[in-house]
C-alpha cells in the first residue's frame, strides 16, 4: 500500500513539474526575438523614421508572425490528435462508472450483478482517474464493459496497457486488469 502511494506522489510531482513548464525552449526565444523587435521599432520612432518604414517593417513582422503560429497549430494539431502513454510497467489506478453517469454527476455504486446488468442493457463502463474519463479496449480492439463489470464492486482496479488520446478522447488498451 505505501510502495502505490509513494508511486502515485512521485507520478502526481511529476505531473505537477511538466505541467509547470509549459512553454518550449524555442517559444521563449520567439518572446525574446519578438521583444528585442519591439524596442528596435521604438527606437527607429524615436530617431524620427517615416511612418512607410514602419508600416512596411510591421506588415513583414505581422507576416512572419503569422506563418510560424499556422505551423505551430499544424504541429500542435498532428500531435495533440493521437498521444501515446506506457501503462506497461506502473498500472493506470482509477474506478468504474457508467458513461451515462457522467452527465448527471451522480455516479452509482456498482456491483458485479448490477454492471453485468447494464452492460447486456448496451450501457458503457468506463474508466474514471481523477477527472479524465478513459474508454477500455481489449488488445484485439473490442469493448471492454463486460470484462470491466466483473470488477465493478471495486474501489479501484488497476490497469495495465497503453493509453491514447485521439481526438481529444482518452483510449486505453488494456493488456491486464486487476483489483486494487
Known amino acids: 500500500m505505501i510502495k502505490y502511494i509513494f508511486m502515485l506522489v512521485v507520478m502526481a510531482s511529476v505531473l505537477f513539474i511538466s505541467c509547470n513548464e509549459n512553454k518550449t525552449p524555442e517559444e521563449k526565444t520567439k518572446e525574446v526575438t519578438k521583444d528585442k523587435a519591439a524596442a528596435d521599432n521604438f527606437d527607429d520612432l524615436v530617431a524620427g523614421s517615416t511612418n512607410d518604414t514602419l508600416k512596411q517593417e510591421a506588415e513583414s513582422e505581422s507576416k512572419t508572425t503569422a506563418e510560424t503560429t499556422a505551423a505551430e497549430k499544424t ?26 453517469d457522467l452527465g448527471t454527476g451522480n455516479f452509482r455504486k456498482l456491483t458485479k450483478e448490477s454492471a453485468k446488468s447494464l452492460v447486456s442493457q448496451g450501457h458503457t463502463l468506463v474508466l474514471k482517474v481523477g477527472q ?21 464492486n471495486n474501489v479501484k482496479i488497476g490497469m495495465i496497457g497503453k493509453a491514447k488520446v485521439v481526438d481529444g478522447v482518452n483510449i486505453f488498451i488494456a493488456s491486464m486488469i486487476e483489483s486494487m
Do not use: H, Q, R
Request: charged share 20%; no cysteine; hydrophobic share 30%.
Open 75 to 100: 504541429e500542435a494539431n498532428e500531435t495533440t490528435s493521437v498521444k501515446g502513454n506506457d501503462y506497461s510497467k506502473t498500472p493506470l489506478v482509477g474506478e468504474i462508472v457508467v458513461l451515462t
Open 132 to 152: 479524465a474519463i478513459y474508454f477500455v479496449y481489449n488488445e484485439d480492439g473490442s469493448s471492454a464493459s463486460k470484462k470491466l463489470s466483473g470488477y465493478a
